[in-house]
């Protein structure tokens, strides 16, 4: 298998092209915003630096959150593009298993909370066992819920809202403090998944924040 | 101006800029006519209905669901594979960022991957172009663009060569009959609902203002008229169904009446700068351009200043890829393109106009109309 991986979940623009078990190449810039620009000629440039083609590619692995709404949407958008364009299969990643496969590599054996910033006082956040399943699905909740969510236990803490976490509840260690994995980790991930996966879908834990207009109407008699 | 190449060219068009996800395949043939091979639009109605009107988070979540499926339904409608198109055309501006994103990274991708010239379309351009794919009108025309963001009077000299002589200073047109519909409690999207309530009202039972009528400029206002509605119903509410068709119709008048006045003028101006104009051209375009009344108004008035009269059919007066997979071809038959498209970044505000000045809410994203 040969695959393109894209990250536009967050502050950093990444691609990596992977074959087998490993990567061919991989470029990353920290941009904070500005993904829409820049991915198409960042995904030139890495597909040159392998020496690979557009249709040399079998598959697409795409980062689908929780993160930036409009960063997903980039990389979702694209990945779906190029899956149709190729007739190849898109397989998204997420950015909380992503994570906590980085510090599960560090650290094998434990169990680990991923757990991002999610602005507005609140945190998305998942837990994984030793090895990376599920414990508690991804979700958005504030501080005090995902405490009370996970309980107790003997886990690392990984992710940007690792010390939100840490300052409530001493004693777990944080393994790393970012909002997205480094892209060779969600091109591992997205190699390792079955086929015949659903396409991607933005995972946003939040709903679109509207309201039912609540605007002048008057009065009807019939 | 340059002459256009003269060969057949297919163009996939994406748009995305509002509420519609739409997907087309035009073809421009070596003399410059154009046919509809495929022309998919999925409407976002009923996601929005309980907001009353468009809500952006929602219509990006909506296209980027549903863009590669409706991308694929027009390929194959058209009975080709992207292999077979010449250029990916995506509205890239003006509109909701949310959903421009989506539609230009589709068209980015699909682009690169089969290794097609990428053209970024400005949403405006579509509906100013759509005559000529279905009328083959020639150049220069007058284009009255009337739609839910959109009112604008504009001379169309060429591919890419606009003028506007007038704009709204507040309100679109769209936007007034969707006001009044939810002000009177007709269900969203209002304007079709005004249009239909209109039919058994009695439009001079209220006399709702003509605002702007008899102004030398050809500009455009309407939110003094949505207040006069808003008081003239508020004073007579519980509104029973008379009283909405009643309301419906006499704005519907006032809304004729006032494009006649400016429209005319127009034409007036129209005619001033091409005396020699065998035969001068009024296009409609845009939502609004649906509407039998407005139609039926701006019909009669060409008829008396001698102008052809040209409006697309309905469903080429929304959002729809059609246009913006002509506009796509219109360009590209002129060897038109913008610089390095695939970094090209969406943009909420492009008007088509870039010389006039900003009417109103100009800011960093440029002017608003």
């Given at each position: 298998m040969t695959l393109l991986a894209i990250d536009t979940s967050a502050n950093l623009c990444a691609a990596c092209v992977w074959e087998g078990d490993g990567a061919l190449a991989s470029v990353t810039q920290?941009?904070?915003?500005?993904h829409a620009e820049l991915l198409m000629s960042m995904i030139q440039d890495v597909l040159r630096q392998a020496g690979?083609?557009?249709?040399?590619?079998?598959r697409i692995g795409v980062v689908i959150g929780p993160g930036s709404f409009t960063g997903v949407r980039v990389g979702v958008s694209t990945a779906r593009g190029l899956a149709l364009a190729l007739n190849i299969p898109a397989v998204g990643v997420t950015t909380l298993e992503a994570l906590a496969a980085e510090a599960l590599a560090l650290h094998p054996g434990r169990s680990v909370l991923a757990v991002i910033?999610?602005?507005?006082?609140q945190l998305y956040s998942a837990l994984y066992d030793q090895a990376g399943v599920p414990l508690a699905e991804p979700a958005v909740l504030d501080a005090g819920a995902t405490l009370a969510r996970t309980g107790e236990g003997d886990f690392l803490l990984t992710g940007s809202g690792a010390a939100t976490i840490a300052a409530r509840m001493p004693g777990h260690s944080i393994v790393a403090e970012r909002a997205t994995a480094s892209i060779e980790t969600y091109a591992r991930l997205a190699a390792a998944k079955p086929d015949g996966s659903e396409k991607p879908k933005p995972l946003?834990?939040?709903?679109?924040?509207?309201?039912p207009q609540a605007s002048f109407i008057l009065p009807a008699r019939d | 101006m340059m002459e256009p190449i003269a060969v057949t060219i297919r163009v996939l068009g994406i748009e995305t800029s509002c509420d519609e996800t739409a997907a087309s395949v035009v073809l421009r043939d070596e003399n410059g006519q154009g046919t509809i091979l495929s022309n998919v639009v999925l409407s976002q109605v009923t996601e929005h209905a309980a907001f009353g009107g468009v809500v952006p988070e929602i219509a990006a979540r909506a296209h980027v669901e549903a863009l590669d499926d409706i991308v694929a339904a027009a390929l194959d409608e058209a009975g080709?594979?992207?292999?077979?198109?010449d250029a990916v055309a995506a509205?890239?501006?003006?509109?909701?960022v949310g959903g421009l994103i989506v539609g230009l990274m589709t068209a980015k991708a699909l682009a690169a991957a089969a290794d097609k010239p990428l053209l970024p379309v400005n949403h405006l351009e579509g509906h100013a172009l759509t005559a000529r794919l279905t009328d083959g009108v020639a150049f220069p025309y007058l284009l009255l663009l009337v739609s839910g963001g959109h009112t604008q009077l504009v001379l169309v000299k060429g591919v890419g060569q606009y003028e506007r002589w007038g704009t709204t200073i507040d309100d679109a047109l769209g936007e007034a009959f969707d006001k009044t519909a939810k002000l009177i409690g007709l269900?969203?999207?209002g304007g079709p609902n005004v249009e239909i309530a209109a039919r058994?009202?009695?439009?001079?039972?209220f006399v709702f203002p003509r605002p702007l009528?008899?102004?030398?400029?050809l500009d455009f206002s309407f939110s003094g008229l949505k207040t006069a509605v808003r008081q003239a119903a508020t004073a007579i509410a519980p509104l029973s169904a008379k009283d909405r068709a009643d309301i419906s119709a006499s704005f519907q008048r006032a809304i004729v009446d006032t494009l006649d006045d400016r429209v005319r003028r127009a034409l007036t101006r129209f005619r001033e700068t091409?005396?020699?104009?065998?035969e001068p051209a009024l296009v409609v375009a845009g939502g609004?351009?649906?509407n039998q009344a407005v139609r039926g108004g701006l019909t009669a008035l060409c008829a008396r200043h001698g102008f052809r009269f040209v409006a697309p059919p309905i469903k080429l007066?929304?959002?729809?890829a059609a246009m913006i997979a002509w506009a796509g071809a219109e360009r590209m038959a002129l060897g038109l393109s913008h610089e390095d498209p695939m970094h090209f970044a969406p943009r909420s505000r492009w008007p088509l106009d870039a010389q006039s000045a900003p009417v109103?809410?100009?800011g960093r994203r440029g002017a608003k109309a």
């Open positions: 920290d941009i904070g915003t500005g690979k083609t557009y249709s040399d590619l079998s910033d999610a602005r507005r006082e946003y834990l939040r709903g679109a924040d509207a309201k | 080709l594979t992207l292999g077979d198109i509205t890239a501006g003006p509109g909701l269900p969203f999207p058994d009202g009695d439009e001079t039972r009528k008899g102004e030398k400029r091409f005396p020699d104009a065998a609004v351009a649906a007066c929304g959002d729809n109103v809410g100009s």
